[in-house]
């Protein structure tokens, strides 16, 4: 199983980017996915996630700015930025709670997608 980050960038203060991350291989079944992100001088933290429909996006920084969604038809879950302010630059990690025929559930990470907001 492999998760497949891209979308990352650089663009300017209010503008806007949207994260993608598609999750292959021997799927048998997903549960949540979402998104951390590691900003400079900062340990990495919760974005956001989504969970049979339920988003859940715990910093007050970001709400009401960032979006998240998923297709469950592609296994593929986004992250739409809007409004992005220089503090929202850095690395962005994708996970997915993903169980694979015969194995326990594992969290599964993408691997990292760089967003620089440039002021």
């Known amino acids: 199983v492999q998760l497949q980050a891209s979308g990352g960038g650089t663009v300017e203060v209010g503008g806007s980017l949207t994260l993608s991350c598609a999750a292959s291989?021997?799927?048998?079944?997903?549960?949540?996915m979402g998104w951390y992100r590691q900003t400079p001088g900062n340990e990495r933290e919760l974005v956001g996630s989504?969970?049979?429909?339920?988003?859940?996006i715990p910093r007050d920084s970001v709400k009401g700015r960032f979006t998240i969604s998923r297709d469950d038809a592609t296994n593929t879950v986004f992250l739409q930025m809007n409004s992005l302010k220089p503090e929202d630059s850095g690395v962005y990690y994708c996970f997915a709670d993903i169980k694979v025929t015969d194995t326990p559930w594992k969290t599964y990470w993408g691997q990292g997608t760089l967003v620089t907001v440039s002021s």
């Open positions: 291989g021997s799927v048998f079944a997903i549960n949540g």
């Open positions: 989504i969970i049979a429909g339920i988003t859940t």
